[in-house]
C-alpha cells in the first residue's frame, strides 16, 4: 500500500537490516569524475519565473530579505549541535555530534526551511503565491504551507494521490494553513519534470518537489556552514552524515563548503535506487556554479533504504525506539532513523576509524512519525 494514499504507514517485515557481510566498498558510490553520462532532465518552472536566472545568485532576494521574511528569521539561525550519548558510538571509539535542525520551528523544520528561503523571498518580492507537489506525507509541502501562512503567500499543492481517500495529518496540517490541494493522478505527477507541468495546475513560482532546484542549493549555504562549525574547545568534524531524498542538501553542502583538507561528505539515500542520485547531485552542482573539483570529498552510503522510501520495516521501528531510549533524540523512520541506522552499522562493523569526529545532520520531518502507529503507542 503506497504510504501516500491513506493516513496511516504501515510497517513490515519484509526487509532486512543493512548487510554487515557487504564490504564497504560496495556500500558507498564514491564521487567520479568525468562522466559521460547525460543527466535527467532539469525540474521545470513556470515561464515568468525561470528557476535557473544568472542573477539569482548575486540578486538582493540573496543579500537582503524582504522585510516580511523577518518574521521567519528566527529560523535561519545557526542550529544548536550536541555530541551524542550513545553506547555504539562510544564502543566504537568514534565522537557523533549532531546538528539540530529539527529544534527551529515545529511545521517549518529541518533543512525544509533553507530550502524554501530564497523561494519564499522571491515570492514576497514578485507579489506572488507559490506552486509545489509532494506525496500525502510530504514535509516539504507540510513546511511550504506553514511558511505561507506567516508570511500571507498563497501556496497550492499538487499532491499524488486519490481527492475521496481520507487526508493524511500532513495534508490536514497543509490545508488548516490555507494550503490550495489539488490531487492528480500517478501518471500525471511522473511529468513533474516537465516545463509546462506547473503551469497546466495554476500560477504562481514553482518550487519543484522537495525543494529541489537551485534556489533550495543555494539557500543552503548558511546550514552547511554550520554544520562543519566546530564546537567550542574542539576540532571540526571529519565526517559529516545526512540523509537524502531530492539531493538538494547534498548538493548544497558541497557547493557551499568547497574544497576542504580533511573533510568528508557522505549522503544516505532513503530510496531504492539510490545510485542514481550521484548524478542528481552533481546536476544540482552544475546548474548552481559549482564544479567536481570545488568540492569536499564526498559519496553515498547504499543499502540504508530498508524496503523502499517510507518503508519501516519492524527491525527499523525496533532501531528507532531503541535509539531514542538510549539518546533521547527523537527521529522518524523517513529520512534520519535510516541515516542513523546506517552509522550505527559502519560503527558495528569498524567502518569508521577511531577517534573519528562524526558530524549528523537531524534534517527534522518528526510530523510525519503520525504514520506509523507503532510510534505513537502511549
Not at 152 to 174: C, K, M, N
Not at 211 to 240: K, N, Y
Not at 241 to 253: D, E, K, N, R, W
Not at 274 to 299: C, I, K, M, N
Request: proline fraction near 8%; hydrophobic fraction near 40%.
Amino acid at each position: 500500500m503506497s504510504p501516500h494514499a491513506a493516513a496511516s504507514r504501515q510497517t513490515s517485515d519484509e526487509t532486512q537490516p543493512l548487510d554487515a557481510d557487504v564490504p564497504a566498498s560496495q556500500q558507498e558510490a564514491s564521487r567520479m569524475g568525468g562522466s559521460e553520462e547525460q543527466s535527467p532532465p532539469s525540474c521545470a518552472s513556470l515561464p515568468s519565473f525561470p528557476p535557473h536566472s544568472p542573477s539569482l545568485s548575486s540578486s538582493p532576494l540573496c543579500q537582503h530579505s524582504p522585510p516580511a521574511l523577518e518574521n521567519l528569521l528566527d529560523l535561519f539561525t545557526p542550529p544548536p549541535v550536541e555530541r551524542l550519548d550513545w553506547s555504539m558510538a562510544h564502543d566504537a571509539g568514534v565522537i557523533v555530534e549532531c546538528l539540530r535542525a529539527d529544534t527551529l520551528d515545529n511545521e517549518i523544520s529541518g533543512n525544509k526551511a533553507w530550502k524554501l528561503r530564497l523561494p519564499l523571498a522571491r515570492a514576497l518580492s514578485e507579489g506572488c503565491g507559490i506552486i509545489s507537489c509532494g506525496g500525502g506525507w510530504s514535509n516539504h509541502l507540510h513546511a511550504l504551507a506553514a511558511a505561507g501562512t506567516r508570511l500571507g503567500i498563497a501556496t497550492h499543492g499538487l499532491v499524488r494521490g486519490h481527492p475521496e481517500a481520507p487526508l493524511t495529518p500532513t495534508l490536514a496540517d497543509a490545508r488548516a494553513n490555507g494550503m490550495q490541494l489539488s490531487f492528480i493522478s500517478r501518471a500525471e505527477y511522473k511529468q513533474r519534470d516537465q516545463e509546462d507541468f506547473a503551469a497546466r495546475h495554476g500560477d504562481g513560482l514553482w518550487v519543484p518537489e522537495g525543494g529541489g532546484s537551485i534556489d533550495g542549493v543555494a539557500g543552503l549555504a548558511p546550514l552547511a556552514e554550520a554544520l562543519v562549525a566546530p564546537l567550542a574547545g574542539s576540532p571540526a568534524p571529519q565526517l559529516v552524515l545526512l540523509a537524502c531524498g531530492s539531493g538538494t542538501t547534498l548538493a548544497g553542502v558541497l557547493s557551499t563548503l568547497g574544497e576542504r583538507d580533511g573533510l568528508r561528505v557522505v549522503g544516505v539515500p532513503t530510496m531504492n535506487h539510490g545510485d542514481q542520485l550521484y548524478h542528481r547531485v552533481r546536476r544540482l552542482l552544475a546548474e548552481s556554479g559549482g564544479s567536481e573539483q570545488q568540492t569536499p570529498e564526498w559519496g553515498l552510503w547504499l543499502g540504508a533504504q530498508a524496503g523502499g522510501f517510507a518503508k519501516a520495516p519492524a527491525w527499523l521501528i525496533d532501531f528507532i525506539q531503541r535509539f531514542e531510549a538510549e539518546t533521547g533524540l527523537e527521529i522518524e523512520p523517513v529520512y534520519t532513523a535510516k541515516l542513523f541506522a546506517a552509522l550505527a552499522h559502519h560503527l558495528a562493523n569498524g567502518l569508521i576509524a577511531p577517534s573519528t569526529r562524526v558530524r549528523v545532520l537531524h534534517t527534522g520531518g518528526l510530523q510525519g512519525r503520525r504514520g506509523y502507529p507503532a510510534l505513537n503507542l502511549a
